[in-house]
């Protein structure tokens, strides 16, 4: 990552985050990148009767929903990064996950979550993992290790 002064690590920071990942509303479901580094990146979101997913029998959205809160912070960090070297925001994908646990059936209504998500590692192909966690008020909601893959060849794809 390009070294980083406060300034631009601000500017960053205001960005919305639908500048940062490559979905548009109503399915980018982080509301804010809080902090960054060079291989980890915080994130949050509040539940509100409005959020995508929401489901009033419950009061709140279904645990399920952690593997997309989780991938979308990491498609977070992708951004920052590519926001950093002056490109286009990369094209991501969830391939997996292992060793996911989910401490709580839901989130519950106006509650704010923080996700974490650390790199472990990133090959040049653009396979990846993650070590991804959601907490609420300092409790583990849930965890699980993600794996994925970035690219920012269409064409790669559609081949």
Request: negative net charge.
């Amino acid at each position: 990552m390009p070294e980083l002064n406060s300034t631009r690590k601000k500017s960053i920071l205001s960005v919305p985050v639908s500048e940062l990942v490559p979905h548009s509303d109503p399915m980018v479901l982080i509301d804010q990148v809080i902090d960054f580094e060079a291989d980890k990146l915080s994130a949050q979101f509040t539940i509100q009767p409005n959020s995508r997913f929401y489901d009033d029998s419950i009061e709140g959205v279904d645990n399920v929903v952690a593997i997309e809160y989780m991938a979308q912070s990491i498609a977070a960090l992708a951004g920052v990064r590519s926001r950093l070297k002056q490109e286009a925001v990369k094209l991501g994908f969830l391939l997996g996950t292992r060793k996911m646990e989910l401490h709580r059936a839901c989130f519950s209504l106006g509650e704010t979550y923080q996700v974490e998500v650390e790199e472990l590692y990133m090959d040049d192909s653009g396979l990846g993992s993650f070590h991804c966690s959601i907490s609420c008020e300092g409790h583990l909601v849930a965890e699980a290790k993600l794996s994925v893959f970035e690219t920012n060849d269409q064409n790669q794809l559609l081949n």
